[in-house]
Nanobody, 119 residues
């Protein structure tokens, strides 16, 4: 399984971006999808997650501004980011928990995409 996050870029305060996560090799489905971010000098943090059962989590700092979605096996998740501010500047990573066999699942990471919000 390979994941690739894309959609990052340089934006101004208040603008929007939509990140997508392209996948290859997902055959048997997947469970939780999530987005993480890592700002310079900080640890990677969970931004949003969406379980297969429909439960959705958002970090307090993005609640009301970001929306995570579950899509299909080729694009398992996307992240709509609105009202961006400089504190959102980070490398964003998608994470997908994939069924690799009928009974085994494993979380995969995509390569990150850089989001820079300029004031």
């Amino acid at each position: 399984v390979q994941l690739q996050a894309s959609g990052g870029g340089l934006v101004q305060v208040g603008e929007s971006l939509r990140l997508t996560c392209a996948a290859s090799g997902i055959v048997s489905g997947y469970n939780t999808v999530a987005w993480y971010r890592q700002a310079p000098g900080k640890e990677r943090e969970l931004v949003a997650a969406h379980t297969s059962g429909g439960n959705i989590y958002y970090a307090a700092s993005v609640k009301g501004r970001f929306t995570i979605s579950r899509d299909d096996a080729k694009n398992p998740t996307s992240l709509q980011m609105n009202s961006l501010n400089p504190e959102d500047t980070a490398v964003y990573y998608c994470n997908v928990d994939v069924w690799v066999t009928m009974t085994t699942h494993k979380a995969f990471w995509g390569q990150g995409t850089l989001v820079t919000v300029s004031s």
